[in-house]
């Protein structure tokens, strides 16, 4: 660990929320402050104790950004786009200067509201913070850029029953590597579900398959296949705790940079692979 961090965390009672408070303070970083929603049976419960640890630290989670970050530096969030937005608003009146966002779902609109806010903080944002998600990135798009338009693209992604948005973040991470690849964007160049009678494949489409199970932590896969040979990359989580980890590291990073919005590509020097 290069410094000592002092976190604020959004959505302390959450999988992702426990796993990011047990994970830093295992680190041995801060805990400052935590939120969660205002009905939540959690509000009176330590914030170590709800992330599994055996002693308190004196912290209980709170509703308002501003309380929960009162003390912290970097603000790490993994909730739902409107909280997120929220806090990064209430942000603009504490210490925070680093923030990392792993929530997913976000409209074009709301994008534009973050880049904006990278304009007061640094941001790192990405729909996955695994260091071998973020690798798998990196080779679909060179992969992509290398392979001509006869070749079909399919990404397919697995993940828990509780999850809420389709595809998952990390699928159109992915996508976005893929059309970047082959010089464009993945709206012009996502395919349309393949449902009904006349669900023929469109061909130089991105197509996605989404599947929801049990208590999946997240499986990814980008296929490339012409009419001879497939070519598939594949990534499985087996612990949630990369994610949480992939995010220090992230939060260290964007301690050291200027305001500015991020992702992990950047904070693993990965855009430097030439497609």
């Given at each position: 660990m290069t410094q000592k961090l002092s976190f604020g965390i959004a959505g302390v009672a959450g999988r992702m929320g426990r796993q990011l408070v047990s994970t830093a303070l295992e680190a041995g970083h801060q805990v400052a402050g935590g939120t969660e929603l205002p009905d939540s049976p959690d509000r009176e419960t330590d914030i170590a104790v709800l992330a599994g640890r055996a002693d308190p630290i004196g912290v209980m989670p709170c509703t308002d950004p501003v309380d929960a970050a009162a003390d912290a530096q970097v603000w790490l969030d993994f909730t739902a786009p409107q909280a997120t937005l929220a806090a990064l608003h209430a942000l603009r009146h504490t210490p925070v200067s680093a923030v990392v966002?792993?929530?997913?779902?976000?409209?074009?609109?709301?994008?534009?509201?973050?880049?904006?806010?990278?304009?007061?903080?640094?941001?790192?944002?990405?729909?996955?913070?695994?260091?071998?998600?973020?690798?798998?990135?990196a080779m679909t798009r060179l992969v992509a850029a290398r392979l001509g338009e006869d070749w079909d693209i399919e990404i397919s992604e697995t993940h828990h029953r509780h999850k809420v948005d389709a595809p998952s973040g990390?699928?159109?991470?992915?996508?976005?590597?893929?059309?970047?690849?082959?010089?464009?964007?993945?709206?012009?160049?996502?395919?349309?579900?393949?449902?009904?009678?006349?669900?023929?494949?469109?061909?130089?489409?991105?197509?996605?398959?989404?599947?929801?199970?049990?208590?999946?932590?997240?499986?990814?896969?980008?296929?490339?296949?012409?009419?001879?040979?497939?070519?598939?990359?594949?990534h499985r989580a087996l612990d949630r705790a990369v994610f949480a980890q992939g995010a220090l590291k992230a939060a260290e990073w964007a301690m050291t940079q200027p305001p500015g919005l991020y992702d992990m590509e950047d904070v693993l020097s990965l855009k430097d692979i030439s497609v």
């Open positions: 966002i792993g929530t997913t779902g976000f409209t074009a609109h709301q994008e534009a509201q973050i880049a904006a806010a990278g304009s007061e903080f640094a941001i790192v944002k990405a729909g996955n913070f695994s260091l071998g998600i973020n690798l798998l990135t990390t699928a159109l991470m992915l996508g976005d590597a893929a059309a970047e690849g082959r010089g464009g964007k993945l709206e012009q160049l996502r395919s349309a579900p393949y449902d009904g009678a006349s669900a023929e494949r469109e061909p130089g489409k991105i197509g996605f398959a989404v599947r929801r199970a049990g208590g999946v932590v997240g499986d990814h896969d980008v296929s490339f296949a012409s009419e001879q040979e497939v070519l598939t990359l594949g």
